[in-house]
């Protein structure tokens, strides 16, 4: 069965999705053709266990994701992107419990959580969109304007998406199982929307601001991940599955690309933002290299007085700071204050 906008049919008949299970006119879900097998633990039957498995692992890696984020104290926009890696984090941690079947679809409360989880969908692709703006500083970063535009937007992006999705589930104002257009704007159409408008504006910024290409080998590989995720879940799945005698399906292989594409999101980010060490606060005390003939000039033992002593050779006065005068510091572009201010060769200056 072919995919058709506004219909979930030929989706839910390729890929096992979290909403399947409530959409369609017989009342009972969407049935997949072919699915992953389950396996029992203790008296639990767990569903799509190998894709549980990718989730736990893409939980792990994203904590780490954020520390690192969070440990760039000076960087640009990382306040902004940290909250996409909250999202996709908390997003994937519903999703265990979903997919696997631990929230059984049968339970009351399985349509909100799926909702829930459609909100978060949705909203971590907004949060993705605005941060492909940050780097154009239409607003200064990690400052409150910046920040709660980011969170509102979000917010509301969730709320329209929730109110969408358990309107359709539960057959509310108008929406039902069987119409699902707008649904299906929310679920799929948008995060391609936010996809596609995030790489072009990195594309844009990459070429017109930054001297560096290298930023583009992450995109590239972030996009290719990304479309492989699409094309192995919506075209695929079902001879995968097959092919493998149900143990894996397109679902397993949709997570783990996703999960490949947000972390080429993290390393392109980490390409293209820079430290600024003199307003950096790390765990290891910095290693200084020293050249200052004030602080290297051997010392005497008699402490006789040299008569071509630094302090008297009338040139410029020797500065601690970055080697004689300070120049190589201060006017070097490393700095706040340096000429190289906005952004720099290897990334944002910040």
């Known amino acids: ?37 389950n396996v029992q633990i203790g008296s639990t039957l767990i569903f799509q266990p190998s894709t549980c498995f990718v989730h736990i692992v893409a939980i792990i890696m994203t904590a780490i994701m954020i520390y690192h984020i969070r440990s760039k104290y000076t960087a640009v926009g990382r306040k902004e992107i940290v909250m996409f ?14 997919d696997s079947g631990i929230i059984p679809t049968a339970n ?13 969908i949705a909203a971590a692709y907004c949060c993705l969109l605005i941060n492909g703006f940050v780097g154009f500083q239409f607003a200064e970063d990690g400052t409150p304007l910046s920040l709660w535009f980011l969170r509102l937007s979000c917010l509301f992006i969730f709320g329209v998406s929730f109110l969408i999705a358990i309107a359709t589930f539960n057959s509310f104002i108008g929406f039902s199982p ?4 707008a649904l299906f ?38 996009i290719a991940f990304y479309t492989i995720a699409q094309v192995l879940l919506f075209a695929f799945s079902v001879t995968i599955c097959n092919a493998i005698k149900h143990y ?24 293209i933002t820079r430290e600024d060490l003199e307003f950096s606060v790390g765990s ?13 000039a051997p010392v005497a033992a008699d402490f006789e007085e040299d008569t071509t002593s630094n302090y008297h050779t009338g040139g410029t006065a020797a ?28 990334g944002y200056g910040v």
């Open 1 to 37: 069965m072919g995919i058709s906008f506004g219909s979930f049919d030929g989706v839910c008949s390729t890929a096992a999705l979290v909403i399947c299970p409530l959409l369609g006119a017989s009342g009972q879900g969407i049935e997949p053709n072919c699915y992953s097998r």
């Open 85 to 98: 890696f909250w999202l996709y984090m908390v997003i994937e941690l519903l999703a265990m419990f979903l």
């Open 108 to 120: 009351v409360s399985y349509p909100w959580f799926a909702a829930v989880y459609t909100g978060l």
């Open 178 to 181: 069987t119409k699902t257009t």
């Open 185 to 222: 704007i929310v679920y799929l159409i948008w995060p391609i929307f936010c996809v596609t408008t995030y790489t072009l504006s990195q594309l844009v910024l990459v070429f017109r601001t930054l001297d560096d290409r290298w930023p583009l080998g992450d995109i590239i590989f972030g």
């Open 248 to 271: 894996l399906d397109g679902l397993f292989f949709f997570t783990l690309c996703v999960l490949l594409s947000v972390m080429m999101v993290y390393k392109y980010w980490d390409s």
């Open 284 to 296: 290891k005390a910095a290693v200084w290299e020293v050249k200052d003939p004030l602080l290297t």
């Open 319 to 346: 500065s601690l700071v970055g080697g004689v005068s300070g120049g190589q510091y201060y006017y070097g572009g490393g700095g706040k204050g340096g000429a190289g201010g906005g952004y720099s060769q290897g």
